[in-house]
């Protein structure tokens, strides 16, 4: 099983970025997927998730209202488009996913067991 982040990079605040992640070597019709990340010098965080239908999505309230996460079952991949990007999101952004992860869980790193390669996001002042 491997998740392959794509579309970290170098912007300026105020600046847009979309991240994408596939899946390849699993299913993941009925997978949780999110991201995570980790700054330099600080714990990894969760940011989003979204449940298997894409019905249920949850933020932390350090992203919410700019940040927005999808899924397209069919190509096995999530997004993350981040707006009014801040030198605060500098970090290594990763994906996650796996299946039977319930609600109450679903922003804990112990509740993925599958994880990318994490992508480097670096927002300029």
């Known amino acids: 099983v491997q998740l392959q982040a794509f579309g970290g990079g170098l912007v300026q605040a105020g600046d847009s970025l979309k991240l994408s992640c596939t899946v390849s070597g699993r299913t993941i019709r009925t997978d949780a997927m999110g991201w995570f990340r980790q700054a330099p010098g600080k714990e990894r965080e969760f940011i989003a998730a979204?449940?298997?239908?894409?019905?249920?999505?949850y933020y932390a309230d350090s992203v919410k209202g700019r940040f927005t996460i999808s899924r397209d079952n069919a190509k096995k991949t999530v997004f993350l488009q981040m707006n009014s990007l801040q030198p605060e999101d500098t970090a290594v952004y990763y994906c996650v996913a796996d299946g039977g992860v319930i609600q109450s869980e679903i922003r804990r790193m112990r509740a993925y067991g599958y994880w990318g390669q994490g992508t480097l996001v670096t927002v300029s002042s």
């Open positions: 979204i449940s298997w239908s894409g019905g249920n999505i």
